[in-house]
């Protein structure tokens, strides 16, 4: 979670939501939040599939769900949000354990 937020943190500090913009911005948020999390020395064998949705606030509602079939002893799974302005993220990282 530590690696989501201060990726969103950083990337995030003083943008506005562009609908344009958002796709690829998405995109690059989730590719370094992979990155970094594989620089952080865990197994090789671990699997990441990152998802970001990012938005405007505009007095509505959202709701993300994801559901996997997955070992409960050694797969695992983060969540990290953002909010500032007139934009919001949710970034979710999936490690999967692969044998």
């Known amino acids: 979670k530590r690696v989501m937020t201060g990726v969103m943190d950083s990337y995030l500090e003083g943008e506005k939501y562009d609908k344009f913009l958002s796709t690829n911005l998405a995109k690059n948020l989730a590719d370094v939040i992979k990155e970094r999390m594989k ?11 990152c998802m970001v949705s990012l938005g405007q606030k505009n007095d509505q509602g959202i709701s993300v769900t ?8 050694t797969d695992s799974s983060a969540s990290a949000t953002f909010e500032k302005g007139d934009l919001f993220a949710v970034a979710t990282l999936y490690a999967l354990y692969h044998e």
Not at 39 to 49: L, M, N, T
């Open 66 to 73: 994801s559901r996997c079939i997955w070992n409960t002893e």
């Open 39 to 49: 620089d952080q020395g865990f197994s090789g064998r671990y699997k990441y599939v």
